[in-house]
């Protein structure tokens, strides 16, 4: 499902990525750990098509995605790749059903079908009830679900998380971490997660610890 073979980063003078190479099998969780700025999420971020590296190439599904031109490259990533963050980033004009649903508009399918989706989703999710609310009205859990439900919209082959459950309590932590198994287990959801949760790191599938810019072996 995803490989990336050989990333190198630098910003200014710091290589922060000295040649990482990776490969995540379809419906595998990996977790990602290691000390702060050892690169974890700059790692990330070019597995998900934010930022390009210097050297290298990532490939998601097949498709080598350093290749793809601006708008070829953002109509992918809105299509093949979800994101949740620590922060939930929610649009707090908008309810969660509006929230949820609006990856599905920007990639331009019909209204009756996202909304649908939408919906499924956050009943899945534990959400019927609440869908109607906007972010100000919803506890930390219910967002970062809400997150969840937006990142998942476009059936994505792959979810990256960086520290979703680093801004909730111990409870919401836990329900989210469950969270991230069901849709592994239900939908078959490739997850590339940051972490610095050694409980969830270690109930996932496979565990890679950074370390200056590079996988420990």
């Given at each position: 499902?995803?490989?990336?073979?050989?990333?190198?980063k630098s910003?200014?003078?710091v290589?922060v990525l000295?040649?990482?190479s990776?490969e995540v099998?379809?419906?595998?969780?990996v977790?990602?750990?290691?000390?702060?700025g050892a690169?974890k999420t700059t790692?990330?971020q070019?597995l998900?098509t934010?930022s390009?590296?210097d050297?290298g190439?990532?490939?998601?599904?097949?498709t080598p995605?350093?290749?793809l031109?601006k708008?070829?490259l953002?109509?992918?990533?809105?299509?093949?790749?979800?994101?949740v963050?620590?922060?939930?980033?929610?649009l707090?004009?908008?309810?969660?059903?509006?929230?949820?649903?609006i990856p599905?508009?920007?990639a331009?399918?019909?209204?009756?079908k996202?909304?649908?989706?939408?919906?499924e989703?956050?009943?899945?999710l534990?959400?019927a009830?609440?869908m109607?609310h906007?972010p100000a009205?919803?506890?930390?859990?219910?967002?970062q679900?809400?997150?969840?439900?937006r990142?998942l919209i476009?059936?994505?082959?792959?979810?990256l998380?960086?520290?979703?459950?680093g801004?909730?309590d111990?409870?919401n932590?836990?329900?989210l971490?469950r969270l991230?198994?069901?849709?592994?287990?239900?939908?078959g959801?490739?997850?590339?997660?940051?972490?610095?949760?050694?409980?969830l790191?270690?109930?996932s599938?496979?565990t890679l610890?950074?370390?200056?810019g590079?996988?420990?072996?």
């Amino acid at each position: 499902m995803v490989k990336a073979d050989y990333i190198t980063k630098s910003f200014g003078n710091v290589q922060v990525l000295k040649g990482i190479s990776l490969e995540v099998a379809p419906a595998e969780m990996v977790c990602i750990t290691g000390p702060s700025g050892a690169g974890k999420t700059t790692l990330l971020q070019i597995l998900g098509t934010l930022s390009p590296p210097d050297s290298g190439q990532v490939w998601i599904d097949g498709t080598p995605v350093c290749e793809l031109k601006k708008d070829k490259l953002a109509d992918f990533r809105n299509r093949h790749i979800g994101f949740v963050f620590q922060f939930h980033h929610l649009l707090p004009e908008f309810t969660a059903l509006e929230n949820v649903c609006i990856p599905g508009f920007i990639a331009g399918d019909a209204a009756e079908k996202v909304q649908a989706r939408a919906k499924e989703l956050l009943d899945f999710l534990g959400l019927a009830h609440r869908m109607e609310h906007k972010p100000a009205e919803l506890s930390g859990g219910e967002q970062q679900r809400v997150a969840v439900a937006r990142a998942l919209i476009n059936s994505p082959g792959i979810l990256l998380a960086d520290e979703p459950s680093g801004n909730l309590d111990t409870h919401n932590k836990e329900e989210l971490h469950r969270l991230f198994f069901r849709l592994r287990d239900t939908f078959g959801q490739t997850i590339i997660m940051v972490t610095h949760d050694q409980s969830l790191a270690t109930r996932s599938d496979r565990t890679l610890n950074m370390r200056d810019g590079l996988f420990l072996q």
